[in-house]
């Protein structure tokens, strides 16, 4: 048993409870909170406490919105006022960086995903329990995406039921559906459902699907063939259209089931606005270029963008979106670890969550004047930074946006100069 008050936040959001010689990671807490842990677990080199009693709440604590928090893996931080919760992730990002940055909060902070996996298990329907990856907490609603989430839940509990199609036991890995994909594009209304199974459907299964989803704008049945534990299989079509689109200002983006957008509609033009304040000339080269989020929006506002991107999906939908958009932007199939940096005055790279790694000698080599680092892990960011492109860039700027409320997530703009 450890008795004590929450005085820090770790870099992945969790309470510090610190008492002699003992150290304990406590999820759902925050700095100022007193808490008795009674139990906890060892995981990868730190103690996580397995439950808490909450003897007295910090004073920066709001109540949580969704009935499911504390248990939910979806939002670590809804119980923190979301002023703290700015004032924090700028703490964490100084903390792994060493670069104080201003962060923009989200301009909505309820309803502004635009995605919501749901997983379908035997236990419940919904999203991952919080340090359980095998259990799913049955959701009745997550404010954090959708105020029509009962609904979709709703018809997809009757599909089941109709259907008599199994959900996924993950434990004997045997079943049909594994999950529930739902996307909304915020400013266009559309809808588009992506069931991910592991069976074929039969005609009689797929008319159900259309009946019991009749409000999607675009139905997918994405066949899943291995055990992976994605959201992904191979797409097929059922009815509607085959994409949705998202409206970002003048911008209009397809979204397709397998190609990556970002998942905050509403704080998204902050983003771009972002990159756009630190590009400088006249060419540009999106990197990891997606279905050319930046790049589309780029060439809207008079850049030249080439884009290059390892998902032919996504290659597909950002060549659609420049010409939807009539913008001057072209997108190729390929690793960003050998795309040649030719005579560019800037290149975005937005890589995954491992960082650039070898694509950053790359970047190094190519010495194009300007490049702009979009980071969703601060850790990669600093790596990639101190161990190759400091030998050609300095830190001009950096602005930090808050595309994930209520998470610790936290996204990174990093403007990057060659040295004169
Ligand atoms: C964080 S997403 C960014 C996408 C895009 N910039 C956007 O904002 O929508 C990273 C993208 O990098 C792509 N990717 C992953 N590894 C890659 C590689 N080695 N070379 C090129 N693209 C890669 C993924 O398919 C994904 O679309």
């Given amino acids: 048993m450890l008795k ?17 010689d003992k150290l304990v990671h406590v999820p759902f807490t925050y700095p100022g909170d007193v808490v008795r842990v009674e139990k906890a677990k060892r995981r990868f080199g730190r103690r996580i ?32 006022k ?13 903390k792994v960086t060493g670069i104080r940055a201003k962060i923009k909060g989200s301009p909505k902070i309820w309803g502004f995903r635009n995605v919501s996996n749901f997983i379908v298990t035997a236990e419940g329907i919904g999203l991952k329990e919080y340090g359980k990856p095998l259990s799913a907490v049955d959701l009745k609603e997550c404010p954090v995406f959708s105020k029509k989430t009962p609904e979709y839940l709703h018809s997809l509990r009757e599909f089941l039921n109709e259907t008599g199609l199994k959900p996924w036991n993950p434990k004997d890995k045997t079943g049909d559906l594994r999950y529930l994909q739902v996307r909304e594009g915020k ?33 997918y049945w994405s066949l899943k063939r291995d055990e992976r534990d994605d959201p992904r299989g191979e797409v097929e079509l059922v009815a509607g259209k085959p994409h949705i689109r998202e409206r970002i200002e003048d911008v209009i ?60 999906f996504a290659v597909e939908m950002a060549n659609r979106n420049a010409e939807i958009n009539g913008v001057d932007a072209i997108f190729n199939v390929g690793r960003a670890e050998e795309t040649p940096i030719g005579d560019y005055d800037t290149v975005i790279v937005d890589p995954p969550r491992k960082g650039l790694k070898e ?15 979009v980071s969703c892990n601060p850790k990669a960011f600093k790596l ?14 950096v602005v930090l946006i808050d595309m994930f409320p209520h998470t610790p997530h936290i996204e990174a703009v990093v403007e990057l100069v060659k040295y004169g």
């Fill in 4 to 20: 004590g008050r929450i005085k820090d936040i770790s870099d992945d959001g969790l309470g510090v409870l610190e008492s002699g």
């Fill in 49 to 80: 406490a397995l439950n808490f009693e909450l003897i007295e709440k910090s004073p920066l604590r709001q109540r949580p919105r969704c009935p499911h928090f504390g248990t939910c893996g979806g939002c670590l931080w809804q119980g923190l």
């Fill in 82 to 94: 979301y002023k703290e919760q700015l004032r924090l992730k700028a703490e964490i990002f100084e």
């Fill in 187 to 219: 400013f266009t209304g559309e809808v588009m459902v992506n069931l991910i199974a592991h069976t074929e459907p039969s005609e009689e299964v797929l008319g159900a699907f259309e009946d019991y989803f009749s409000f999607a704008d675009s139905l």
């Fill in 253 to 312: 983006y397809l979204i397709h089931p397998n190609s990556f957008f970002q998942t905050n509609s509403y704080a998204l033009p902050l983003l771009l606005k972002a990159v756009e304040g630190f590009v400088g000339g006249e060419r540009v080269l999106d990197l990891y270029s997606g279905v050319g989020t930046f790049g589309v929006w780029l060439a809207e506002k008079g850049f030249r963008v080439e884009g290059v991107e390892l998902n032919p």
């Fill in 359 to 373: 694509a950053a000698e790359l970047l190094v080599r190519g010495g194009v004047e300007r490049a702009i680092y």
């Fill in 384 to 397: 990639d930074y101190e161990r190759h492109l400091k030998k050609t860039y300095r830190i001009e700027g």
